[in-house]
């Protein structure tokens, strides 16, 4: 049974930093593109990072330059350190993971998480 459960959300201030994790099992974790989603109340799911089985990495110019996705695929496990937090990033923020060679779009993933709260107070 594929599960990946997110951690370390929270509530932080403006400038602040959180680290997420997102631990994967009952899936060849390394083989998979790992991403991360975010969603806010009233609005579309919205890709933030993604990272290949390559460690090649993308992300939306919304966050880029202030967040950084990592594996660890000795740990089963995808990170998102998240900088310079903004009110903006306030989300529930989702990984998610695909076998298949499309890494942009949330249709294209096949395994999600629960999400974790990130709220960012101003």
């Known amino acids: 049974q594929v599960q990946l459960v997110e951690s370390g959300g929270g509530l932080v201030q403006a400038g602040g930093s959180l680290r997420l994790s997102c631990a994967a099992s009952?899936?060849?974790?390394?083989?998979?593109?790992m991403a991360w989603f975010r969603q806010a109340p009233g609005r579309e799911r919205e890709f933030v990072s993604y990272?290949?089985?390559?460690?090649?990495?993308y992300y939306a110019d919304s966050v880029k330059g202030r967040f950084t996705i990592s594996r660890d695929n000795t740990k089963n496990t995808l990170y998102l350190q998240m900088n310079s937090l903004q009110p903006d990033d306030t989300a529930v923020y989702y990984c998610a993971a695909t076998a298949g060679s499309s890494r942009y779009f949330a249709r294209a993933y096949d395994y999600w998480g629960q999400g974790t709260q990130v709220t960012v107070a101003s």
């Open positions: 009952g899936l060849a974790f390394s083989t998979y593109t």
């Open positions: 990272i290949s089985r390559s460690a090649n990495t």
